[in-house]
């Protein structure tokens, strides 16, 4: 009776840490696309500031001609 006792709680932690792996994998590709649309905002924001960079040199050579 203690082996079949003890059979038993192996059988429920082996789903319990099936339960727990499942659940950590998911935060995992969770935290994985948020990364990674993270890394798109950095690219976007990125060109945008070169953009306006340019932008600005721009505007510095159109007011050195009226200066």
Known sequence: ???S???IQI???TE????VA???NEHILSIRNIAASNMAAVEDTNKA??????L???LKAVI????
Do not use: C, P, T, V
């Open 1 to 3: 009776d203690d082996i």
């Open 5 to 7: 006792h003890h059979s």
């Open 11 to 13: 059988s429920s932690a």
């Open 16 to 19: 319990e840490q099936s339960a």
């Open 22 to 24: 499942e659940q950590l």
């Open 49 to 54: 500031s070169d953009e306006l960079a340019g």
């Open 56 to 58: 600005i040199n721009d």
């Open 64 to 67: 050195r001609n009226f200066g």
